[in-house]
């Protein structure tokens, strides 16, 4: 015999529905509103909306000036956590939108504080990715995504990064010393595709471009098996001359 389900209504917490209330009330207010308005509008005792305004007001989330509340640092502070997700998650998609489009991995990577930082990749079983077996930060020299971030900065800082992040071999075919690397780097054209071949991972070509961030550094890479080859550089070419379109309107920082 069947037994009938039973549906459990979710557990609610009534102080956080109340907080929140007060919150909304408060954001509805670009001047900000005095605790009895508040309270009439979130439809709440007065001493409950005393108690709530205080807690709130000690996290930071609410602000009282001159008799009435506004919102706090805090609540900007989760404006901008969500800013930002947004602006990984439309990253996110740009990516996948090229690794679809291409049916190759696609990397994206930013150059923040004396660092090279990988950000994201869309890649599917079909097109995998690189596996990261050696620091991409340390053996920026020897990627593609590295490379093309030290070709957009000036010497000296090039010349610091290698200073922290010395030349070493990662594969047979890495470049082998700082000088012809640097060399290399200052020759680059700007806005053209940087292409190494296994320097980071035998059997594996890639190629990245530069690609406007703000004020900073950043690039986007794709990579393909060795015997494949001929595919990388019509691809890039691709990717170069369409991913302007999908990222400027985006408006990259380097706080992404």
Same mark, same amino acid.
């Not at 290399?184 to 053209?192: D, I, K």
């Given at each position: 015999m069947a037994t009938a389900t039973k549906t459990t209504a979710p557990t609610l917490i009534n102080s956080v529905q109340r907080a929140l209330r007060l919150l909304e009330a408060v954001g509805s207010h670009q001047d900000g509103a005095p605790a009895k308005q508040l309270a009439r509008e979130a439809g709440l005792p007065l001493p409950t909306a005393y108690h709530l /305004?205080? =807690?709130?007001?000690h996290e930071?989330?609410?602000?009282?000036?001159?008799?009435?509340?506004?919102?706090?640092?805090?609540?900007?502070?989760? *404006?901008?956590?969500g800013a930002q997700q947004e602006r990984r998650s439309r /990253?996110?998609? *740009? $990516?996948?939108h090229w690794r679809d489009a291409l049916g190759v991995p696609v990397y994206f990577a930013v150059y923040r504080e004396g660092e090279i930082e990988f950000v994201a990749v869309a890649d599917s079983p079909y097109a995998p990715a690189v596996p990261e077996?050696?620091?991409?930060r340390a053996t920026g020299h020897a990627h593609a995504l590295g490379q093309c971030l030290?070709?957009?900065?000036?010497?000296? *800082?090039?010349?610091?990064? $290698?200073?922290r992040h010395p030349v070493q071999d990662v594969t047979p075919y890495s470049v082998r010393d700082p000088h012809t690397l640097l060399g290399?780097? *200052?020759?680059?054209?700007?806005? #053209?595709?940087v292409v190494e071949r #296994? #320097?980071?991972?035998?059997? =594996?070509v890639c190629a990245a471009i530069p690609i406007t961030a703000g004020s900073g550094a950043a690039a986007m890479a794709i990579s393909l098996p060795l015997h494949q080859e001929k595919r990388l550089l019509p691809a890039v070419e691709?990717?170069?001359?369409?991913?302007?379109?999908? /990222?400027?309107?985006l408006a990259f920082s380097i706080s992404i």
């Open positions: /305004l205080r =807690t709130l007001s930071h989330y609410l602000r009282r000036e001159k008799g009435v509340f506004v919102l706090g640092d805090a609540v900007g502070r989760l *404006a901008l956590g /990253l996110q998609d *740009a $990516l996948a077996w050696a620091d991409f030290l070709s957009q900065l000036d010497e000296r *800082a090039r010349r610091d990064h $290698l200073d290399r780097l *200052a020759s680059m054209e700007r806005m #053209q595709p #296994q #320097q980071y991972a035998l059997g =594996t691709q990717l170069r001359k369409g991913v302007g379109g999908v /990222l400027s309107s």
